[in-house]
C-alpha cells in the first residue's frame, strides 16, 4: 500500500509561482512512477505531468508544457511540481498519483492516490 501527502497549495496572485510536494508513506517507490493530476470545479480531473522512477521519461500535458516541471527524489520518497507563471485558470486541486506502470498515467489511470491539495490563483 501507498500513501501519498501532498503539500504546498495555496493562495497566489497571477503571474505568481507555486511548488507542490507529495510524500510517500512507503519505504522504497522502487520502480514507481509518480505523477500530478487536477480537478477544476466542475471539470474532469485531467492528467498534468508524470515522471519514471529515475527520472529518465517525463510525461507533461500540452497546456502545462513550459510552465510547469515535475521532478522528484528518491532518497526523500518526494515527487515535486514547480508551477511558474501561474494563470487564474490554473485554480484546481491538485492530486498527486503513483503507479509501477508510467503509460497509465496520460489516461488517467495509476492506482495510488493522494487526498489533494488547493491551488487557488487570483486575477
Known amino acids: 500500500q501507498v500513501q501519498l501527502v501532498e503539500s504546498g497549495g495555496g493562495l497566489v496572485q497571477a503571474g505568481g509561482s507555486l511548488r507542490l510536494s507529495c510524500a510517500a508513506s512507503r519505504r522504497t517507490l522502487g520502480n514507481y512512477a509518480m505523477g500530478w493530476f487536477r480537478q477544476a470545479p466542475a471539470k474532469e480531473r485531467e492528467f498534468v505531468a508524470a515522471?519514471?522512477?529515475?527520472?529518465?521519461?517525463?510525461y507533461y500535458a500540452e497546456s502545462m508544457k513550459g510552465r510547469f516541471t515535475i521532478s522528484r527524489d528518491n532518497a526523500k520518497n518526494t515527487v515535486y511540481l514547480q508551477m511558474n507563471s501561474l494563470k487564474p485558470e490554473d485554480t484546481a486541486v491538485y492530486y498527486c498519483?503513483?503507479?509501477?506502470?508510467?503509460?497509465?498515467?496520460?489516461?488517467?489511470?495509476?492506482?495510488?492516490w493522494g487526498q489533494g491539495t488547493q491551488v487557488t490563483v487570483s486575477s
Open positions: 498519483a503513483a503507479d509501477p506502470r508510467m503509460e497509465v498515467f496520460p489516461r488517467g489511470g495509476p492506482n495510488y
Open positions: 515522471i519514471s522512477w529515475s527520472g529518465a521519461n517525463i
